[in-house]
C-alpha cells in the first residue's frame, strides 16, 4: 500500500514526543528543589505561542486574498469567518491570565530569578501579529528608550522587517475601502445628500439645546459648545483638504477615500450587499478591542504578581504594558466612524435604482 493511505497515530500525528519533553523547568536544574509553578509558567505561554502561530496562520491567509486587488463577495465571507475565529482565540489569551492567576506572586517569586533576562517583550511572534495587522514603528513604545527589535537576533531582525515591507492587513482595508462603488453615481452624491442629512442633525440639536428648559444658561452654551466640536470633525469630512492635514498631523491613518467608504458602509449596513463589508468592519474592531483587553488584563495580572518591580526584561512592567494598551491601537479609524454616524431618521433615502444595486436580484 502506497505510504499516501498508511494509518497515522494520534501521539505520532501530533509529535508529542516534541510537545511534552519542551517543558524544561530551569529550578530544577539550578536549584535543589524544583519550583512547583515553574510549570505551569512555562505550559502557558507555551499556549500563548501556539495560538500567535494560528493568528498568523489566519492573518496570512486574509493578506493573500487582498493581494490581487479584487476581493469578491465570497473571499469577504471567508475573511470574516477567519477573523471571527481570531476572536475566539482572543477570547482564551484573555480567559487564559484566570489560570495563571491560580500561582500567587509567592509561588512566582520562587523561580522569578532563573528568568533574567528573558520576557514576553521577546516573544518574535507578538511582534510579527503587530507588523502584519498594521502597528507602524514610529507608533510603538521604545523599550528601555531602545527599538523594540533589539531584543532580537539577527534572523529575527529580518522577518520583522520583511512583516513591515509586506503589505499590512491596515494598508490593504484602506485600499480596499478606497474601491467602494456607489458614492457618487449619475442620480446619486453619497458626500451632498450626506452633508445635507448632518446639517439637519445639527441644527435640530441646537433648537432642543435652545429650548430646554432644563438647561442652565451655562449649561446650554456647554452643549452648544460640544455641538461645535463635532461640527468641527463633520466639516473635515466635507473639505478633503482639511482630512489631509489631520492626516499628516497623525490624527488619522485612513485616506480620505477610505474613511468616506467606511462611513457609507456602516450608514447603510442593513442593505444586502453591504452587510459583509460592514461585518468585515466590525470584526476588525473586536480584534482590536479584544488585543487593548488582553494587554489590560495582562497588565493587572503582572501587578498582581510584582507589583511595582522592574520587569524580568528590564522594562517598567505594569507601567509599560498598561501604557501599550493604551497606545499599540491600529484600526482606530473604524472607531472615529462613529463620530460621523447619524440617527436612521435622518439617513437620507437611496434612489430606487441605488438600492436595487445593493440587493440581491437575477434576471432570467
Avoid: C
Avoid at 498508511?6 to 530551569?26: F, G, I, N
Avoid at 505550559?43 to 486574509?62: A, D, G, R, T
Avoid at 509561588?107 to 503587530?130: I, K, M, N, T
Avoid at 447603510?268 to 479584544?290: A, K
Amino acid at each position: 500500500m502506497s505510504d499516501k493511505f498508511t494509518s497515522v497515530h494520534y501521539h505520532t500525528y501530533l509529535q508529542l514526543d516534541k510537545l511534552l519533553d519542551a517543558q524544561e523547568l530551569r529550578s530544577a536544574t539550578l536549584a535543589e528543589k524544583p519550583a512547583h509553578d515553574e510549570m505551569l509558567f512555562i505550559i502557558m505561554h507555551q499556549v500563548y505561542e501556539l495560538w500567535f502561530k494560528q493568528i498568523i496562520h489566519e492573518i496570512e491567509s486574509i493578506s493573500t486574498m487582498f493581494a490581487d486587488d479584487q476581493m469578491d463577495d465570497q473571499e469577504i465571507s471567508i475573511a470574516v469567518n477567519r477573523l471571527e475565529r481570531i476572536i475566539e482565540i482572543q477570547k482564551l489569551l484573555i480567559e487564559q491570565v484566570n489560570v495563571m492567576e491560580t500561582m500567587t506572586a509567592m509561588d512566582f517569586l520562587d523561580f522569578r530569578h532563573y528568568l533574567f533576562p528573558a520576557s514576553g517583550f521577546q516573544s518574535l511572534q507578538f511582534r510579527l501579529v503587530e507588523n502584519m495587522l498594521g502597528l507602524r514603528e514610529e507608533e510603538r513604545l521604545t523599550y528601555n528608550r531602545m527599538p523594540y527589535d533589539i531584543v532580537f537576533s539577527g534572523e529575527q531582525k529580518e522577518q520583522l522587517k520583511k512583516s513591515i515591507e509586506n503589505k499590512s492587513l491596515l494598508t490593504s482595508l484602506i485600499e480596499w475601502l478606497e474601491r467602494t462603488p456607489f458614492l457618487e453615481l449619475d442620480n446619486f452624491n453619497f458626500l451632498e445628500v450626506y452633508k445635507t442629512a448632518v446639517e439637519h442633525m445639527l441644527q435640530k440639536e441646537r433648537d432642543a439645546i435652545h429650548q430646554s428648559g432644563m438647561l442652565s444658561d451655562e449649561q446650554k452654551q456647554q452643549r452648544l459648545t460640544m455641538i461645535g466640536d463635532s461640527d468641527t470633525y463633520f466639516k473635515a469630512i466635507f473639505d478633503e483638504s482639511k482630512f489631509d492635514e489631520m492626516r499628516e498631523r497623525g490624527e488619522v491613518k485612513f485616506s480620505y477615500k477610505a474613511m468616506i467608504g467606511a462611513l457609507f458602509i456602516f450608514l447603510y449596513r442593513d442593505e444586502p450587499i453591504l452587510q459583509t463589508p460592514y461585518r468585515f468592519l466590525s470584526r476588525l474592531m473586536d480584534i482590536e478591542e479584544s488585543f487593548t483587553l488582553w494587554r489590560n488584563r495582562h497588565a493587572q495580572m503582572v501587578l498582581r504578581m510584582i507589583g511595582r518591580k522592574t520587569g524580568t526584561g528590564g522594562s517598567s512592567g505594569h507601567k509599560y504594558l498598561k501604557s501599550t494598551a493604551e497606545k499599540h491601537h491600529i484600526f482606530t479609524d473604524l472607531f472615529q466612524v462613529a463620530t460621523l454616524i447619524i440617527p436612521r431618521s435622518d439617513l437620507p433615502k437611496l434612489p430606487a435604482d441605488v438600492r436595487k444595486q445593493l440587493n440581491f436580484h437575477f434576471t432570467t
